[in-house]
């Protein structure tokens, strides 16, 4: 297993800059997601850990050894890719087998290797099978498998999951964080998805443009965004993220003026509050439902009011309301996040409510 550093790491194509001068350390054993919108510079720097790409600039390092200039197949990493990659003309043992080919190592021992690692996986019955005789569940695994019978020092998963439907997908999270964690390998995960990097990292790095915009822990991302963008990006249904301008001690927001606790700089602000959070029929401002949306155990709805467009969550699989009843929308102090509207970066120590 190793420890990864990335130091100052900037990766340009010609005039384009895909990674900006981006610094991170990961520690022996962690698992860490790195999140982001397509384009962001997600796989880019995967890749570059993977020995694929180059770096520009900076240095990557894996337990303090730099690795700038070390070929792909010399960095002992498994990669496992968006499209698998399985080799169609090989068996399932055959594809499993095929990176100990580098190494020094005897044929029966390569295949020893692979079935203790297919039985990990729990694919011992499909060895003599080619891919196209296997589910996307099962392509998943022995992708997986051919990652990991190496023994590498570091995992990479460049979405991995984006090609299963819904039910694999949830079952294939919980088995990848059952292999992470029994095999205790360094592990990078690239997704857009933030529900996979929230249930399966230890840590969320989220990605902007080729340039960091927050680390943290699952919890630390979606209770204390520090950006707009990491706001908006973590969480499903998003935050509601109010436009208003401060003065006087309060906040404007459209027709409504929010009272506010702690010293509030005057100027444009955001508001940030989640659609669970937001009460509904006690204190508050009148609303109208635009939208209700039954999502299973909850409901999400769509509101118009001098607050202007509103999401709000009710934990209730029959909606309590309809299309075109009034309510009344009200939200706590400790439930809210203030952002400089100039900067988009959050406020300290301030809060608003209705």
Request: proline share 5%; glycine share 8%.
């Amino acid at each position: 297993m190793a420890r990864v550093d990335l130091k100052n790491v900037t990766k340009d194509w010609g005039t384009a800059k895909a990674i900006d001068d981006i610094s991170l350390s990961l520690e022996n054993g962690e698992f860490a997601a790195v999140l982001g919108p397509s384009g962001c510079g997600k796989s880019t720097t995967l890749f570059m850990l993977a020995g694929i790409y180059l770096p520009t600039s900076g240095d990557i390092l894996f337990d303090g050894a730099r690795v700038n200039d070390v070929e792909a197949r010399d960095r002992n990493v498994g990669i496992v890719f968006q499209s698998y990659a399985l080799y169609p003309n090989m068996t399932v043992l055959q594809n499993i087998t095929f990176p100990l080919r580098f190494k020094e190592i005897s044929r029966a021992d390569a295949e020893r290797s692979a079935r203790e690692i297919a039985e990990l996986v729990e694919i011992e019955g499909l060895l003599d099978r080619r891919p196209n005789q296997l589910s996307g569940g099962q392509q998943q695994r022995v992708a997986l498998a051919r990652a990991l019978v190496k023994k590498p020092n570091l995992l990479l998963l460049d979405e991995p999951l984006s090609n299963l439907d819904a039910t694999l997908r949830l079952s294939m999270r919980t088995e990848i964080r059952r292999l992470q964690r029994e095999l205790g390998v360094t592990t990078v995960l690239v997704t857009h998805d933030q529900i996979e990097a929230m249930t399966m990292a230890d840590r969320i790095v989220c990605m902007n443009q080729g340039r960091i915009e927050q680390e943290g822990t699952p919890e630390a991302l979606y209770s204390r965004p520090e950006t707009v963008f990491a706001a908006s990006f973590i969480g499903s249904p998003p935050m509601n993220l109010l436009a208003g301008e401060a003065s006087d001690g309060g906040i404007k927001v459209g027709e409504a003026v929010l009272d506010t606790a702690g010293d509030v700089p005057p100027g444009a602000v955001k508001v940030g509050i989640r659609p669970e959070h937001i009460t509904v029929n006690g204190e508050g401002v009148q609303a109208e439902i635009l939208i209700a949306e039954p999502l299973g155990r909850e409901t999400l709805y769509t509101a118009r009011s001098v607050l202007g467009t509103t999401r709000f969550l009710e934990p209730t699989s029959v909606p309590r309301f309809k299309v075109g009843d009034q309510v009344r929308l009200g939200f706590e102090p400790e439930h809210t996040i203030l952002f400089d509207g100039n900067h988009d970066r959050r406020l300290e120590g301030v809060r608003a409510h209705v």
